[in-house]
């Protein structure tokens, strides 16, 4: 999300600035439609909230471990078998 353009120091800041307020918003809206679903579902599963918040595996598992490090949810189940409920 961080553009860096060393041509443009000045502007790095700003920009900076703006895509970690856009991301926050993002992981926030990401976050409650996880834990919505959660809270529909009882689990949630990587591939689950891939297809619910249409976002690749690499981004989904982000979120999910973002989620697990602020105790939101916790993990049950290793591997491929893993699925994430309400902490």
Same mark, same amino acid.
């Not at 000045?10 to 809270?39: D, G, Q, V």
């Not at 949630?44 to 690499?58: C, D, K, N, Y």
């Not at 973002?66 to 993990?75: C, D, Q, R």
């Given at each position: ?10 502007? #790095?800041? $700003? ?7 856009? #991301? ?8 409650? $439609? ?25 981004? $989904? ?27």
């Amino acid at each position: 999300f961080v553009v860096i353009q060393l041509y443009h120091k000045r502007w #790095f800041h $700003a920009i900076y600035l703006l895509n970690n307020i856009e #991301f926050s918003r993002l992981i926030s809206h990401f976050t409650t $439609a996880s834990l919505s679903y959660i809270n529909k579902n009882g689990s949630i599963t990587r591939s689950e909230a891939q297809e619910i918040l249409s976002v690749g595996q690499t981004r $989904a598992i982000y979120i999910l471990k973002e989620m697990v490090n602020e105790n939101l949810i916790k993990t049950v189940g290793k591997e491929k078998r893993t699925m994430y409920i309400k902490n």
